[in-house]
């Protein structure tokens, strides 16, 4: 299967988790195709001052590739400054948000996994 880029479904969602400004989320599968194993395989665009709240995963995890641009990505209390090349994890359990704390696109590719 391949999936052209115009068949990609963009959601913009505004105050994402309680976050600041509105996040474009393109899916890049859909739910159904990731057969009950994942629940998101997207790319995520934080513009600047812009954000993803802090919320906990349950029964699931998620990474985040950074793919450009830089934030600060708050991990379990902690802040930590991130940038293209980054990998962060969130497990099962755990809290996290990020931020777009520059002037241009953070963008990101989101993987969330169920247990």
Avoid: W
Wanted: with cysteine.
């Amino acid at each position: 299967m391949v999936v052209k880029p115009e068949n990609i479904r963009i959601e913009k969602r505004t105050n994402m988790r309680g976050g600041k400004g509105e996040v474009e989320i393109s899916h890049l599968l859909e739910k159904d195709v990731l057969k009950r194993k994942a629940r998101l395989f997207a790319k995520i665009k934080i513009p600047p001052n812009s954000s993803i709240g802090l919320h906990k995963h349950e029964n699931e995890f998620e990474i985040f590739y950074i793919l450009s641009g830089e934030g600060v990505f708050h991990d379990n209390g902690k802040d930590v400054q991130v940038r293209a090349g980054d990998v962060c994890f969130t497990d099962s359990g755990e809290s996290h948000s990020i931020e777009n704390t520059s002037n241009e696109d953070l963008e990101l590719l989101a993987i969330i996994m169920l247990l």
